[in-house]
Every structure is written in C-alpha cells, then in structure tokens.
C-alpha cells in the first residue's frame, strides 16, 4: 500500500521560510514524478504549485516561481518543497503527489499559513 507522508507545514510570518517534505513508501513501481498542489480556503480546486519528474525536470506554477524550489532525494523516495518570501496569499493546505506506475497518490495535507 502506497504512503505518503509529510511535514513541514506551520505558522510564519510574511517574508519567512518554510520547507516541507513528503517520503513515499510502500511501492512497488518506479516513481515517475512527485510534487506538490494547494489549496486555499477559499479555493474549489487545488492548485499545482510545482513538480519534479523522474529526469529531474522541475516546473513551477506563476505564482511561486522564484520563490519556491522543488528538489528530490530519489534514494528515499522523498521530494522537499523549499518555500521563500512567503505572502499570505500562500496560506493553503499543501497536498503532497506521486505518480507512481500509472496512477496518482496524494498525502494527508499540511497547513500552511503566513500571518504576522
């Protein structure tokens, strides 16, 4: 049974950092991609805020380029979501995802807020 558990998630101020991780297990088949979506109160979708595939090729959404920085460590199945310069508007639940053989798993979520 595939898992994917995160951490890293909290309270911080405007202009502060956070990194979050996410370690899969339990999988059988080779990881083709992981990566991270959001999704804000207010949302009605979640939003893709950037990926990492098996290459190594990294992609990010508008709004987080320059900010965040999506990395790997493929020896334990873990991929880390540095975040930067944070604003209120990246106050969100962060939802971690592998795409593992042909099908998607996703993590429990972890709360994110940035608040002075």
């Known amino acids: 049974q595939v898992r994917l558990e995160e951490s890293g998630g909290g309270l911080v101020q405007p202009g502060g950092s956070l990194r979050l991780s996410c370690a899969a297990s339990g999988h059988d088949l080779s990881i083709n991609a992981m990566g991270w979506f959001r999704q804000t109160p207010t949302g009605k979708q979640r939003e893709l805020v950037a990926t990492i595939t098996k290459s190594g090729s990294t992609s990010y959404a508008d709004s987080v380029k320059g900010r965040f920085t999506i990395s790997r460590d493929s020896a334990k199945s873990t991929v880390y979501l540095q975040m930067n310069s944070l604003q209120s508007e990246d106050t969100a639940v962060y939802y971690c995802?592998?795409?593992?053989?042909?099908?998607?798993?996703w993590g429990q979520g972890t709360q994110v807020t940035v608040s002075s």
């Open positions: 995802y592998s795409y593992i053989g042909i099908k998607n798993f």
